[in-house]
């Protein structure tokens, strides 16, 4: 249930929210915590491939699909990946991947589900966050995805569901393109025997998309018909 106005008016004069990237004082409260000059600079994609958000020529007037994707899609559903990896968009990821940060989650959540609603014709019955092995789990103590997929269910109303298994392997943040290519191919298994035929895939970064398509192909051949992959940001390049 929403404070009422002069609750929240009081606590803001006490107790004033901060941008979570300057730390500057917000006089107004906003969804994505960011002050209005930040939340306007964050590094957009403006046009990209409808299978793998690899960025595209702003002023092609054709069907958005990059040359890679005509024979080989990374998924034949859409990805929706905003924001471009560099500058504040790395520094919202590392708070939320290394600090398991509430508040970059909240605004990687809102730079993501303002493009999904901009963009999707039509919203999955569910979303799957990119899992994490059991061992890095009890290490890190949490899946910085499933933080991220929450915020946007709140947002969306779609349900959570963890229908994916990862086996231990090693770690691909800061890995090449050719060791990410390498990762095998049966690192995912399916734990839900009723899959719906539409599905949302959540990771925090698209790279080399070798990961979500790893995913997508284990949730296709369980029985998926469409799967989408969403991402606040991706790799402006493959590596």
Known sequence: MPLPKIIRK????????????????VNEATPHLCCRHCWSALPRFDTQCRHCGRPLPSNLTSE????????????????IAPLVY????????????FSN????????SCAL?????????????VMIPTPISW???????????????????STLGIEVRYALHRKHGRVQH??????REAQPTNVFTVTDTDLPSHIALVDDVITTGTTMRNMSNTLMRAGAKR?????????????
């Open 10 to 25: 009081t606590i803001n004069l006490f107790l004033p929210d901060t941008c979570v990237l300057c730390r500057m004082v």
């Open 113 to 125: 589900s303002e493009r999904i609603l901009s963009t999707a014709t039509r919203l999955p019955e």
């Open 227 to 239: 799967v989408d992959l969403w991402a606040p940001c991706r790799a402006s390049s493959d590596f």
């Open 86 to 97: 560099r500058d504040d968009a790395v520094n919202l990821v590392h708070a939320l991947k």
């Open 135 to 153: 061992r890095r789990h009890f290490r890190r103590g949490y899946n910085q995805c499933d933080r991220l997929t929450h915020e946007l269910a």
């Open 101 to 108: 940060s509430v508040r970059a989650a909240r605004t990687l």
């Open 174 to 179: 800061g890995n090449s393109r050719s060791v």
């Open 64 to 79: 958005l699909i990059c040359g890679a994707c005509q024979t080989k899609p990374l998924t034949v559903g859409l990805t």
